[in-house]
């Protein structure tokens, strides 16, 4: 028996992470069934702590996740320098354009910084830059709020 993927719902297509712990630079495609292999300390673990991490970033705040985590000592990976990095892909349909979430972390002397945030959407097939709903950079920015911009 074959099951069928629901069309309706949202669905992560690709992660990309720079900098965060065991996770120097990667990109990841994200099918329905991923599986992760590979020996002990090479980033299986730390794939899944990037979604916790996120998740707490937006329930608790930045500082709170940030700090469970023993700040950047512990977050940035080893021998790294510049901020940390995130970017997922994802749809909220399997027909509608994929939206693009991306993250930059920053530290300074009185603590994390989101130094870049982006919320994007390319619409259609369209060419050129992609509608920026939210574009943030070291606290300033904008945002478009509505649901057909």
């Not at 990037?50 to 512990?74: D, H, I, M, P, Y």
């Amino acid at each position: 028996m074959t099951q069928q993927l629901n069309p309706h719902v949202p669905r992560i297509e690709s992660l990309r992470v720079k900098n965060y712990r065991a996770l120097r630079d990667l990109e990841i495609k994200l099918t329905p069934l991923t599986v992760f292999l590979g020996p002990n300390g090479s980033g299986k673990s730390t794939i899944f702590d990037v979604f916790a991490f996120l998740a707490e970033c937006f329930t608790q705040g930045l500082r709170s996740a940030w700090n469970k985590r023993n700040r950047l000592g512990e977050l940035l990976s080893r021998g790294a320098t510049g901020p940390i990095e995130f970017e997922i892909k994802y749809r909220e349909t399997r027909d509608s354009s994929p939206i693009t979430y991306h993250l930059v972390i920053d530290e300074t002397p009185t603590g994390p910084i989101v130094a870049k945030e982006t919320l994007t959407w390319r619409r259609g097939k369209q060419f050129g830059a992609p509608y920026r709903f939210l574009d943030f950079e070291n606290g300033q920015g904008r945002v478009i709020s509505g649901e057909n911009p």
